[in-house]
């Protein structure tokens, strides 16, 4: 069993700042891609950030140049620094990792539980 962790959402102020993150745990060999995800109300889940096993990374083009995503291997966990925040960046903030369990070949993606961003005007 893999359980994905977030921490870090909560309230700021337009043009504050604020840490996301995601610890996965369970009987994992390797994590390959990790990633963010948001969802505002009233709209579809979309892509913020991704970063892959070799760490390069890929950004929403409303995000590029505030948000940086970064990991860390060996605690199994993918962060999200979000600076310059906006109204518009409001939502359930979700991590997503694509990774292997021991004694399987398949990577599988699995979800966090979603944690609030919200910021005021």
């Known amino acids: 069993q893999v359980q994905l962790a977030e921490s870090g959402g909560g309230l700021v102020q337009a043009g504050g700042s604020l840490r996301l993150s995601c610890a996965a745990s369970?009987?994992?060999?390797?994590?390959?891609?990790m990633g963010w995800y948001r969802q505002a109300p009233g709209k579809q889940r979309e892509l913020v950030a991704l970063i892959f096993s070799g760490g390069r990374s890929n950004y929403a083009d409303s995000v590029k140049g505030r948000f940086t995503i970064s990991r860390d291997n060996a605690k199994n966990t993918v962060y999200l620094a979000m600076n310059s925040l906006i109204p518009e960046d409001t939502a359930v903030y979700y991590c997503?990792?694509?990774?292997?369990?021991?004694?399987?070949?398949?990577?599988?993606?699995?979800w966090g539980k979603g944690t609030l961003v919200t910021v005021s005007s």
């Open positions: 369970g009987s994992i060999l390797r994590i390959n891609t």
């Open positions: 997503n990792m694509n990774l292997i369990l021991r004694g399987e070949w398949n990577g599988m993606d699995y």
